[in-house]
């Protein structure tokens, strides 16, 4: 079975700009789950989806959106970048909805706001 | 809210030498509590998860954790240290309520040979 899929692996924009990640999960999985990884807060929880539908979401502004789709790909989206938007953006997926799943990650998007 | 502390920025061992790295969380349910670890320029991957039952777990690689519940403490260990298993080390914990997933600030191992 493939990974978690991320694309792009990275991206660079300026400030003000607007940018959209992608994420396929295993096949099969059903739930998608995103975080933001910097070297000075570490790993941040941002959304959680399942069957389309978003079950938590983390303490961000609201630039940041997401969505899952049918087939349980997910896009996350922020508008109006900041330099402290600069991170790495990893998703993950898990088969269900289970809270005590593992979850499988992707590799990330490395994002750089200049 | 629930939260996780890694005490420890990071762990020096030598190889062979068993290690230890610290995890202590706080929610309000019950808690599954699991650690990933994190190679350079690559995602999280999954080590092993306590969800009930025996307070010993073992994982992969030969990573072992045990659940302490009175101390609220879930330390990750192994037996004898790889000049491999130098990564970097989360700890997570989630409730039974459903809850997000919180994570450690996460501590870097360093075995050396």
């Known amino acids: 079975k493939a990974g978690v899929t991320q694309t792009p692996r990275y991206l660079i924009k300026t400030r003000g700009q607007q940018v959209t990640l992608s994420c396929s999960p295993i096949s099969g999985h059903r739930s998608v789950s995103w975080y933001q990884q910097t070297p000075g807060q570490g790993l941040q929880f941002l959304f959680e989806?399942?069957?389309?539908?978003?079950?938590n979401k983390g303490n961000f502004p609201g630039r940041f959106s997401g969505r899952q789709f049918s087939n349980s790909r997910s896009e996350m989206n922020v508008s109006t970048l900041e330099l402290g938007d600069s991170a790495l953006y990893l998703c993950a997926s898990s088969p269900g909805q289970g809270f005590n799943e593992k979850l499988f990650f992707g590799s990330g998007t490395q994002l750089s706001v200049l | 809210a629930q939260s996780v502390a890694q005490p420890e920025d990071q762990v020096n061992v030598a190889e062979g030498n068993p290690l230890t790295v610290k995890c202590t969380y706080s929610v309000s349910g019950n808690p599954y509590l699991f650690w990933y670890v994190q190679y350079p320029n690559r995602g999280l991957q999954f080590l092993l998860k306590y969800i009930t039952g025996d307070n010993l777990v073992k994982g992969s690689y030969g990573f072992e954790a045990e659940f302490n519940k009175s101390q609220t403490s879930f330390h990750l260990k192994k037996p004898s240290a790889l000049v491999s298993d130098s990564a970097l080390y989360f700890c997570a914990v989630r409730d039974d309520a459903g809850n997000m997933l919180t994570f450690g600030g996460g501590t870097r191992l360093m075995v050396k040979p």
């Open positions: 989806y399942f069957s389309e539908t978003q079950r």
